[in-house]
């Protein structure tokens, strides 16, 4: 089959129907009519198969730390491609990257690769069902953590399914999914350590471990607060359950990750994104007594665990490449660009004259219609006339020039500037300009 036959993003869409579900291979490309067709990249531009330069603020759903096709990255992988690319054997390189994340934060004690974020956040569920020989697990409602089924539970509860705000009902994501798993799965409001409490004191003895995004990107990219953090923490270590933190999005925000803000350690921490390097990957890191069931001991061996791509070199030479050029210094410029984009951003929405807001943290932002920040995930939710403006303002994005994420996000690479941040703004006013019949009809 030839590689391209007549380049353009809607032919090319019509051909994917007959052969890929939806046309695609995942659903977060779909925006507009169709999506659109990569051609080549460089840096934080990437230019479609129609031709169109866009400045890319979503990065591949924030992975892309240092860009599209970073030399430093592009020459390692390219000399590790010439010497084999998986092997069933083990890498030095893998050793080195374990020990470039340990000296980021205290509480990697240890850590085992995997191939993705969803793999990291199940592995890490299993470790502590293994660690504690308990079942049930405990998320804040409206986070995402990938496709394990445990922990897609009330990923995008409804109104009509979300139940009491104070104790949230367990919703599945996906038709046929088995019942047992509702059951299992605990759901906590954001931000509320009183009810959170309250609702896993009914589950006392049965919890293996409580998950949580410290700044959830569906919840509407709000930072947990240090209280109700703190009170998970205290909960969980009273009642000998486990806390995880899933980092995959937010280890970006601080060289040792978001975890570096608060004055106490998870016991279990799930990355992937921007460790490989823009390739793919997963990782579980933890308190060494806990990533022991990884390992046969007296007990035998609790967690049986492999993985055919796991630390595989590719994205292992990738991600040590990645690591080692964001460093204190790159985190910090990377942050201090961010608050800039928020405060140039907050402008834009502030000269339109919308009912918009921008929230976010480090390096990552995400533009709300609403006229004041919401505070979780019932607060960001959108109705349907909402999700059509949200839908319209990122197709006048594109048209400006500007790629972000399906929700309105961006997160920020290092081949960023002030330059493009001025442009993202510029785009932003003409763009909630353009749409602001519409999104003033949903007030
Ligand atoms: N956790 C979080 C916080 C995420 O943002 C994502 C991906 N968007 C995942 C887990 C799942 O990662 P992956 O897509 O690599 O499976």
């Known amino acids: 089959m030839p590689e391209s036959t007549a380049a353009?993003?809607?032919?090319?869409?019509?051909?994917?129907?007959?052969?890929?579900?939806?046309?695609?291979?995942?659903?977060?490309?779909?925006?507009?009519?169709?999506?659109?067709?990569?051609?080549?990249?460089?840096?934080?531009?990437?230019?479609?198969?129609?031709?169109?330069?866009?400045?890319?603020?979503?990065?591949?759903?924030?992975?892309?730390?240092?860009?599209?096709?970073?030399?430093?990255?592009?020459?390692?992988?390219?000399?590790?491609?010439?010497?084999?690319?998986?092997?069933?054997?083990a890498t030095e390189a893998e050793i080195r990257m374990a020990e470039t994340l340990r000296g980021r934060t205290t509480s990697f004690e240890k850590i085992r690769f995997v191939n993705s974020g969803t793999e990291a956040v199940m592995t890490g569920i299993k470790a502590a069902r293994a660690f504690t020989g308990r079942t049930r697990v405990a998320k804040i409602e409206g986070?995402?953590?990938?496709?394990?089924?445990?922990?897609?539970?009330?990923?995008?509860?409804?109104?009509?399914?979300?139940?009491?705000?104070?104790?949230?009902?367990?919703v599945p994501l996906a038709q046929g999914t088995p019942p047992s798993v509702v059951e299992e799965t605990i759901i906590l409001p954001f931000n509320d350590p009183e009810n959170a409490i309250a609702i896993l004191n009914e589950n006392a003895d049965q919890i293996a471990c409580v998950l949580m995004d410290p700044i959830p990107h569906r919840v509407g990219m709000l930072a947990a607060s240090s209280e109700s953090v703190q009170a998970l923490r205290t909960w969980t270590h009273e009642n000998g359950a486990l806390l995880m933190f899933d980092e995959v999005i937010s280890f970006r925000n601080?060289?040792?990750?978001?975890?570096?803000?608060?004055?106490?350690?998870?016991?279990?921490?799930?990355?992937?994104?921007?460790?490989?390097?823009?390739?793919?990957?997963g990782a579980l890191a933890g308190r060494s007594d806990v990533m022991d069931v990884f390992v046969k001991g007296e007990h035998g061996m609790r967690l049986p665990h492999s993985g055919t791509f796991s630390g595989n070199p590719i994205s292992i030479t990738a991600g040590n490449v990645a690591l080692d050029e964001f460093d204190k210094a790159a985190v910090e410029r990377l942050n201090t660009l961010g608050d800039y984009a928020r405060a140039q951003v907050a402008t834009a929405i502030h000269?339109?004259?919308?009912?918009?807001?921008?929230?976010?943290?480090?390096?990552?932002?995400?533009?709300h219609l609403k006229p004041e920040p919401p505070r979780n995930y019932r607060e960001s939710y959108l109705s349907a006339p909402e999700s059509a403006a949200l839908n319209a303002l990122i197709e006048a994005l594109y048209d400006n020039g500007i790629m972000m994420i399906h929700t309105c996000t961006t997160a920020l690479s290092t081949a960023m500037t002030p330059v493009e941040i001025d442009r993202l703004a510029d785009a932003m006013e003409q763009s909630l300009i353009a749409v602001r019949e519409q999104l003033l009809s949903c007030a």
């Open 351 to 367: 000269n339109a004259d919308v009912p918009a807001c921008v929230t976010g943290s480090g390096s990552l932002l995400r533009v």
């Open 143 to 170: 986070c995402y953590h990938g496709s394990y089924d445990y922990a897609e539970m009330s990923q995008a509860p409804a109104p009509a399914n979300w139940g009491n705000a104070d104790h949230p009902n367990t």
């Open 254 to 281: 601080e060289f040792g990750g978001m975890q570096a803000r608060f004055d106490f350690d998870p016991d279990l921490t799930s990355l992937g994104k921007i460790i490989g390097g823009g390739f793919p990957i």
């Open 8 to 89: 353009n993003s809607e032919t090319l869409f019509e051909r994917a129907q007959s052969s890929l579900p939806g046309g695609v291979s995942r659903n977060t490309l779909l925006h507009g009519e169709h999506p659109l067709y990569v051609s080549h990249s460089a840096g934080c531009r990437v230019v479609d198969v129609d031709g169109v330069e866009r400045i890319d603020f979503a990065n591949n759903m924030a992975s892309l730390i240092h860009g599209h096709a970073y030399g430093p990255i592009v020459d390692a992988v390219s000399e590790q491609l010439r010497r084999g690319t998986a092997f069933t054997m």
